[in-house]
């Protein structure tokens, strides 16, 4: 849990936005995933990010990572991604392209009813709607409960319990599904906001 002091002793790594979705078809099993970073600040600069499967069961097709900071998208799949099980354990992840992102907009307000991120790349338009909003919960995490198990992590959650991954006006299969986070019961679906990843030397 946080240190108790007025100035924490730990090495941010980044702080920022880290929406993301994740559906699920009638099986239960993953059918479409996104995950979405807006960096403000890092050790390789700031910039945004995308990791999109169209097909979370099969490598290549139209699964791609899309930044426009190649170095941070990097150290992002690197040191974070591959620690979220339910990102790297899955085909896609593998062999798993890096194309550049041209220009990420957000739109709505986090407090109504509806939220969208609308994404750019070389050859994909990809919008991202987050629809039934929560009210806003404030998470601080200690190492034990974060997917690296090296950082603190702070932020500000707002789940949805409806959302779609649109590829070029074209939605992707599947609903959010049901997860625990540190005893919160929530969505598959989820903002996060005022993100900030502590690492604890």
């Known amino acids: ?3 108790g002091v007025p100035l924490n002793p730990g090495r941010i790594d980044w702080t920022g936005e880290n929406p993301g979705i994740l559906l699920k078809n009638e099986a239960g099993d993953w059918s ?4 979405f ?3 403000a600040w890092s050790p390789k600069g700031a910039g945004s990010a995308l990791l999109l499967y169209t097909d979370p069961m099969q490598p290549g097709g139209g699964n791609c990572f899309l930044t426009d900071n190649e170095s941070l998208g990097r150290w992002l799949i690197d040191e974070f991604v591959t620690h979220f099980k339910a990102f790297a354990g899955v085909p896609a992840f593998q062999g798993l392209a890096i194309k550049p992102l041209h220009t990420a907009e957000p739109s709505g307000d986090p407090l109504s009813e509806r939220y969208v991120e609308r994404i750019i790349g070389d050859d994909v ?3 991202l709607v987050w629809e039934e909003l929560a009210p806003p919960r404030a998470l601080e995490l200690p190492a034990s409960e974060t997917a690296t198990g090296r950082h603190e992590m702070f932020s500000v959650l707002v789940a949805a319990e409806k959302a779609s991954i649109l590829v ?21 679906a989820f903002l996060y906001f005022c993100e900030t990843w502590i690492r604890r030397e």
Do not use: N
């Open 37 to 39: 970073f807006r960096i």
């Open 1 to 3: 849990m946080p240190s």
């Open 32 to 35: 479409a995933m996104a995950l």
């Open 125 to 127: 338009f990809v919008e």
């Open 168 to 188: 070029d006006g074209r939605p992707l299969p599947g609903k959010p599904g049901r997860r625990v986070q540190a005893g919160l019961e929530s969505s598959t």
